[in-house]
C-alpha cells in the first residue's frame, strides 16, 4: 500500500478509531468540519487574514509574492475566500463559532480598506509599514462623501503612475469585488447589526458604483475616491471599432480605460447582483444593466465579433502589459459570453443574449488545430500573436507558437461547446425559470465518497497538506504546503454532506 494511502486511512482513524468508511455519519462530518476551521482560524490565521499557501510547518508564507511576517493576502484564493468558506459552514451547521471566525476575517478586511473604497492584494499589518497606505481602519464607521458638481478628474481612472500610490484600490483577480461579497454576506449573517461591516460593505459598493463609466465598464484599479461625476464628454459611449494601425511594440505605459481580463466584468456583476440581493437597492441592479449595455457595445465588428482584454476611452483594442497586446482574445471572450448569459438570467432582458451566437461562431472559425484557442488575436487579420523573448529577455511579438514563454497562457481550452449548450438551454427556459436557485444536496455514494476521502486525508491536526513548497521561500522546506484552494474545497464538500444528511 502507498505509504500516503496508509497515511490518510491512519489519520481518519484517529479521528474517529471505531468508524468504518462506509458509516461515515452527519456527526463524523461536522467533527471534522469543525477541527479543520478551527485550525484554520486559530492556527493559520494571522489576524483574521489568511494567504494562498503555508508551509505544512506554518513557518512561511505567500500570496501572489511572498507574504512575509506582517501581510495577509486579499487577491483569492486569500482572505475573503476563506472567510466565504467559514460562512458556508455557518450555514451548513448553524454553529456560531463559524460565525465568530469569520467576523474576525471581516476585520481584517476591514482593518486593510482603503479610503478609495477597495483594496489592494495585500493587507499589512505592521504599524510602521501600514503607515504606507491609506487604510481606514477597522473600528471606523464609514461615511460615504456626498456628489458633488463638476466633473471627475480623469487621472485617478489611469492604470498607472498614480499620485496616491498608497491608496490604489484594484478591480483586478477579484481583489475588491471578492473582499465586497464576502463582507456584504458576512453583513446579511450578521443581520446588519454590526455598523462597522455593513458601513464597510456599502462604502466598498458606493465606489464600484461610483468608478463605472458612463459606458458601463471600469478601470483596472482606482486611487481615490470619487466625489464628482465620470464626465461622458470626455469619457464617451462609443460602439467597439478595429484598427490595422496598432502599435507593434509595447510603449511601457497603459492609460487605458475599459478592462474585461481575468473575468473582472463577470466579478463585477456577481458582486452587484448580491448587493441587489441582501439590500434591495435598484441602484445596484442599473449598475448591472449599464455593466451588459457595456458588453455590447465592446463586441468588436465582424468579422470579429468577439471581444478585447481592454480598451482605450475612444473603445479601440489597447496595450496593458509588456505581453497583453491590442487584439481579440479567445480567453476572456469566452467568459464574457457566460456573463451575457448571467445577465440575461439576472434581467429577463434577451439583448443581452444576441451577441453570443455569432461570438460563438467566430471563435469556431478562430479554432487552433487541437480544439484549442489563442489567447490573443491580431485585428484585422485574425493571425494569432503569440510573444517570446528577444536578446535582452524583452517580449517581443511573434506569429509563430514556438519557444513560447511559460509565465502566461498564450494557448486556452475553448469551452465553446458548454457556452453554447447553456445558451441553448436558457434560451428555452420561461421567466419564472430565469433566477438561478440552489437546492438542498441529495445524498448519493460519490458525495459520501468525496466526504470520505476528504477526512481520510486530514491530519491529526485539522490540515489538509499538498505536496509542494512555499515559492516565496528560498531555503530548504520539506513539510509540504497548506493550499487555501484545497481547504475551501474540501470545507464546501464537508458542508454539503451535512446539508444533504440532515
Not at 484599479?221 to 490595422?244: G, M, Q
Request: net charge positive; glycine share 8%; charged share 25%.
Amino acid at each position: 500500500m502507498h505509504h500516503r494511502t496508509l497515511h490518510a486511512i491512519l489519520c481518519f482513524a484517529l479521528l474517529s478509531p471505531h468508524l468504518a468508511l462506509a458509516d461515515l455519519s452527519r456527526d463524523d462530518a461536522l467533527a471534522a468540519l469543525k477541527k479543520a476551521c478551527t485550525f484554520m482560524a486559530e492556527k493559520v490565521s494571522r489576524q483574521g487574514g489568511y494567504f494562498w499557501r503555508v508551509s505544512g510547518d506554518l513557518k512561511h508564507f505567500e500570496g501572489e509574492g511572498g507574504a512575509g511576517d506582517s501581510l495577509v493576502w486579499v487577491q483569492p484564493p486569500g482572505t475573503p475566500s476563506i472567510g466565504e468558506a467559514l460562512l458556508d459552514a455557518y450555514d451548513a451547521t448553524g454553529d456560531a463559532y463559524y460565525l465568530k471566525a469569520a467576523t474576525r476575517t471581516g476585520d481584517a478586511l476591514l482593518h486593510g480598506q482603503l479610503q478609495s473604497g477597495g483594496w489592494g492584494y495585500s493587507i499589512e499589518f505592521d504599524p510602521e509599514k501600514a503607515k504606507r497606505f491609506n487604510y481606514i481602519g477597522k473600528d471606523v464607521i464609514r461615511e460615504i462623501p456626498p456628489m458633488r458638481s463638476g466633473n471627475a478628474n480623469e487621472g485617478w481612472l489611469t492604470w498607472k503612475f498614480r499620485k496616491n500610490k498608497g491608496n490604489v484600490s484594484t478591480n483586478d483577480d477579484d481583489t475588491t469585488q471578492a473582499a465586497t461579497r464576502f463582507l456584504i454576506r458576512l453583513d446579511a449573517a450578521l443581520g446588519m447589526r454590526d455598523k462597522r461591516i455593513h458601513s464597510g460593505a456599502l462604502y466598498a459598493l458606493e465606489t464600484i458604483l461610483r468608478t463605472q463609466y458612463p459606458a458601463g465598464g471600469w478601470s483596472h484599479n482606482f486611487d481615490r475616491f470619487p466625489t464628482t461625476p465620470i464626465s461622458e464628454e470626455t469619457y464617451p459611449v462609443k460602439k467597439a471599432s478595429a484598427t490595422a494601425d496598432w502599435q507593434r511594440t509595447w510603449p511601457k505605459t497603459f492609460e487605458g480605460t475599459y478592462v474585461t481580463n481575468d473575468n473582472l466584468m463577470s466579478d463585477m456583476v456577481d458582486t452587484l447582483a448580491m448587493a441587489h440581493r441582501v439590500y434591495k437597492d435598484d441602484r445596484y441592479m442599473a449598475a448591472i444593466r449599464k455593466a451588459g449595455d457595456f458588453l455590447i457595445l465592446a463586441q468588436m465588428p465582424a468579422p470579429q465579433p468577439a471581444w478585447a482584454q481592454q480598451y482605450n476611452k475612444d473603445m479601440v483594442p489597447e496595450w496593458s502589459r509588456a505581453f497583453e497586446p491590442p487584439s481579440i482574445t479567445g480567453g476572456e471572450s469566452q467568459s464574457i459570453m457566460r456573463t451575457l448569459i448571467k445577465l440575461y438570467r439576472l434581467t429577463g432582458d434577451r439583448k443581452y443574449l444576441a451577441p453570443v451566437p455569432k461570438a460563438i461562431a467566430y471563435l469556431r472559425r478562430s479554432e487552433l488545430a487541437g480544439g484549442k484557442l489563442a489567447r490573443f488575436y491580431e485585428m484585422k487579420t485574425n493571425r494569432p500573436i503569440y510573444f517570446t523573448y528577444d536578446e535582452n529577455r524583452r517580449h517581443m511579438i511573434t506569429y509563430e507558437a514556438k519557444n513560447l514563454p511559460d509565465h502566461y497562457g498564450w494557448i486556452v481550452d475553448s469551452k465553446l461547446d458548454s457556452i453554447e449548450a447553456e445558451y441553448n438551454r436558457v434560451m428555452k427556459l420561461s421567466p419564472s425559470e430565469l433566477p438561478e436557485k440552489r437546492g438542498t444536496p441529495r445524498m448519493s455514494s460519490g458525495l459520501r465518497k468525496d466526504a470520505e476521502a476528504v477526512i481520510a486525508a486530514m491530519d491529526e491536526r485539522g490540515a489538509w497538506i499538498d505536496e509542494g513548497r512555499v515559492k516565496s521561500f528560498k531555503g530548504e522546506q520539506t513539510s509540504g504546503i497548506i493550499d487555501s484552494r484545497t481547504f475551501i474545497r474540501n470545507v464546501e464538500t464537508l458542508c454539503e454532506f451535512v446539508r444533504a444528511a440532515r
